[in-house]
């Protein structure tokens, strides 16, 4: 199971730190990525991080604002996101892959957190 949490309401150019917590999984055996869904958009890609932390991946929208890391130690994955736009407003999802490399595509995740909403206003 994953579990993210950490969203909310914030105004543009604000900051929020998302996180991404595994029970009855270690999160150190997976790929962790972040997607987002807006309102009648696909499910997209924005960030991924490796088993050890030693790569990781970014949609370019959001490079240079976003920042993934992880814990091993807690479990959990964390996503670090300052400078936000309105155009982030979304459901943020956490997923887990067994692939070797960062998987951008959301059909190589195996598993998925429940979500959480990030509203920007401007």
């Known amino acids: 199971q994953l579990q993210a949490s950490g969203g909310g309401l914030v105004q543009a150019g604000g900051s929020l730190r998302l996180s991404c917590v595994a029970s009855g999984r270690t999160v150190s055996n997976y790929i962790i990525g972040w997607f987002r869904q807006a309102p009648g958009k696909e499910r997209e890609f924005v960030a991924g991080?490796?088993?050890?932390?030693?790569?990781?991946n970014y949609v370019d929208p959001v490079k240079d604002r976003f920042t993934i890391s992880r814990d091993n130690a807690k479990n959990a994955v964390y996503l670090q996101m300052n400078s936000l736009k309105p155009e982030d407003t979304a459901v943020y999802y956490c997923a887990a892959s067994t692939l070797a490399l960062i998987p951008t595509q959301r059909t190589l995740y195996l598993y998925w957190g429940q979500g959480t909403q990030v509203t920007v206003s401007s």
């Open positions: 991080v490796s088993r050890r932390s030693d790569f990781t």
